[in-house]
Nanobody, 124 residues
Framework: VQLQACGGGLVQAGGSLRLSCAASGRSFSNYVMGWFRQAPGNEREFVAAVSYSGTATYYEDSVKGRFTISRDNAKNTVYLQMSSLKPEDTAVYYC??????????????????WGQGTQVTVSS
C-alpha cells in the first residue's frame, strides 16, 4: 500500500483545513487508518484513527471536538477535517495504515505504511 497525503497549508488560528490521504493498491478496507503529526524537535504523536469500516473513531485529547477523521473505502481515501485550529497544531501531518488490529491504533510503531507528510502551519 502506498499513501499520498495532501491538503496542508497555512491558515490563521481559528481556521479550518481538510487533509486527504489516498491509498493505492488493494485491500484498503483491511487497514486501520491513522493520522499522526510531528512538530520540530518533537516526537511523532498520534492524532486520530478510524476503524476498518469507519464506524469507530479515536482521537488524541487535545484535538477532540475540533478534528474529525473519516474514510471512504470506495475511494481508498482517509480524511482529517481540522477546525478551530491553534498555533500548537502546527506540524507535519502523516497518514498511516495499520493491519495489526484496532487495539494498536495509537501505537506509531505498529503502523506498517506511511505517507510522505503534509505541512500544516497555523499562524496566531
Amino acid at each position: 500500500v502506498q499513501l499520498q497525503a495532501c491538503g496542508g497549508g497555512l491558515v490563521q488560528a481559528g481556521g479550518s483545513l481538510r487533509l486527504s490521504c489516498a491509498a493505492s493498491g488493494r485491500s484498503f478496507s483491511n487497514y486501520v487508518m491513522g493520522w499522526f503529526r510531528q512538530a520540530p524537535g518533537n516526537e511523532r504523536e498520534f492524532v486520530a484513527a478510524v476503524s476498518y469500516s469507519g464506524t469507530a473513531t479515536y482521537y488524541e485529547d487535545s484535538v477532540k471536538g475540533r478534528f474529525t477523521i473519516s474514510r471512504d473505502n470506495a475511494k481508498n481515501t482517509v480524511y482529517l477535517q481540522m477546525s478551530s485550529l491553534k498555533p500548537e497544531d502546527t506540524a507535519v501531518y502523516y497518514c498511516a495504515g495499520l493491519r495489526g488490529g484496532i487495539a494498536y491504533y495509537a501505537r506509531k510503531d505498529k503502523y506498517e505504511y506511511w505517507g510522505q507528510g503534509t505541512q500544516v502551519t497555523v499562524s496566531s
